[in-house]
């Protein structure tokens, strides 16, 4: 993460999170970097429908319509956590982590949304190993899809 700490205070722009089964790693891995204040305005972990509704602003229609592991919750995440720290990128994470499945929905299966420069990408995998190795992955992915966002 060092190397996104320092393109986005080379770029003077401020990223946010929300995060549900990464668990606030993301906003960890940025926060561990020295000078991670200049661009890292705050996160939110949403690890439950309740917060995801009453602390994010996700709608209760698309937590019954879709479930919160979807696209559109993952699009909803991130377009209100840039709303609620007014930053230039946002990013959010929402999935199957394991070790059981939602939502009947497979095990692995996480999204990954990101807004910048008023675009929003919602990205779907489908992450195999461990909880652990599937947050792990996820990171490495976002990290490496925001660095290509902003350069």
Not at 74 to 100: C, E, W, Y
Request: with cysteine.
């Amino acid at each position: 993460m060092v190397d996104l700490v320092k393109k986005l205070t080379e770029l003077d722009l401020t990223i946010a999170t929300a995060e549900s089964y990464t668990g606030g790693a993301m906003a960890n891995a940025i926060t561990d970097v020295p000078g991670a204040s200049k661009v890292f305005l705050g996160g939110v972990v949403a690890y439950t429908d309740e917060i995801k509704e009453n602390i994010l602003g996700i709608s209760n229609e698309i937590i019954n319509n879709y479930g919160a592991v979807s696209k559109e919750c993952a699009r909803a995440m991130v377009t209100n956590v840039q709303k609620l720290f007014h930053s230039d990128i946002a990013i959010s994470f929402t999935g199957n982590a394991g070790p059981t499945a939602m939502e009947n929905k497979a095990l692995g299966l996480v999204y990954i949304g990101f807004s910048y420069q008023n675009n929003i990408i919602v990205d779907e995998l489908y992450l195999d190993g461990s909880r652990q190795e599937i947050k792990e992955k996820s990171l490495i992915y976002a990290y490496n899809k925001i660095m290509g966002l902003i350069s």
